[in-house]
């Protein structure tokens, strides 16, 4: 059922936001050269799949955890990305093609061994990432794996369509901040 709503959503969501996505793109030529970002992350059973973004950060930017990133390396216009969480409309590509879910743990990166570790002790590779959840409406990022892993194996627990909404809803909203770049 929850696959249904997750084509049903994006599919309605692309619709409408496809000029704004045009235009993200357009303006992130100029801003970085690259508008679009496309990152190996960590799948359902613990498979690889290329996640797809609006690039936020400078190209020459290593590619490492969001909390590890240098805060500088944000663009202004990703910066405004970011706050507005445009940047994360691509996901619904990914959504799309079954990779992810609209709700489900934040897909992490193969580097970041200690989370993996943590996720695979509480199962949390047994259902697909996803582009919100729990986590990211509580601010709990993927500096804190231990955390990180009991609040998506939670979410995971008690899932259910009034749940999947409010998390959908919570996030266009604006709760939460999820795998933000630190201050240094």
Known sequence: MLRF????????????????????ILIGFFDTG????????????KRPFKLIKLRTMSKDTL?????????????KFGSLLRRSKMDELPQLINVLKGDMSL??????????????VEREALGVYNVLPGVTGLAQVK????????????????MIESLCIRNYFKYIFMTATGSGSGDAVKRN
Do not use: Y
């Open 34 to 45: 690259s508008p679009i970002f496309i990152q190996e992350r960590v799948g359902l059973r």
């Open 103 to 116: 709700v489900g743990p934040r897909p992490n990166l193969f580097s970041q061994e200690e989370l993996i």
């Open 139 to 154: 601010n709990i990022d993927m500096s804190m794996p231990k955390l990180l892993a009991e609040t998506d194996r939670k």
């Open 63 to 75: 590619s490492v955890a969001s909390h590890l990133a240098n805060h500088q390396s944000i663009t």
């Open 5 to 24: 709503f997750d084509v049903f959503v994006s599919l309605a969501l692309l619709l409408v936001a496809w000029p704004f996505l045009l235009i993200c």
